[in-house]
Nanobody, 126 residues
Framework: QVQLVESGGGLVQAGGSLRLSCAAS????????MGWFRQAPGKEREFVAA????????YYADSVKGRFTISRDNAKNTVYLQMNSLKPEDTAVYYC???????????????????WGQGTQVTVSS
């Protein structure tokens, strides 16, 4: 069983940047597709970004494309989310997620993770 721990959240002004980290323990995540989701108050959890096991392929929600960058360091068993040009509507709890396999779909609208972190709060003030 893998444990995922997010860090790096906080309060930032609009236009600012944050870098989230997701450290995995218990087993390697090197062979799995990994992703980030977020959930704002009163809203459903939504997909943000995903990265293939090798890091060669990435996929982003339209709302963050061009502003967020997902990356991974398999040697450190860690996934990152660099968030730039943050907007108040990016305010949410951000969750790291592990896929069940290395499968990397063309469309992540129905992608399901099998492990989740506890989340880290990101608050963007206007």
């Amino acid at each position: 069983q893998v444990q995922l721990v997010e860090s790096g959240g906080g309060l930032v002004q609009a236009g600012g940047s944050l870098r989230l980290s997701c450290a995995a323990s218990g087993r390697t995540i090197n062979i799995y597709t990994m992703g980030w989701f977020r959930q704002a108050p009163g809203k459903e959890r939504e997909f943000v970004a995903a990265i293939s096991w090798s890091g060669d392929s990435t996929y982003y929600a339209d709302s963050v494309k061009g502003r967020f960058t997902i990356s991974r360091d398999n040697a450190k068993n860690t996934v990152y989310l660099q968030m730039n040009s943050l907007k108040p509507e990016d305010t949410a709890v951000y969750y790291c997620a592990k896929g069940a396999s290395a499968y990397f779909p063309r469309d992540f609208s129905k992608w399901q993770a099998d492990s989740w972190g506890q989340g880290t709060q990101v608050t963007v003030s206007s």
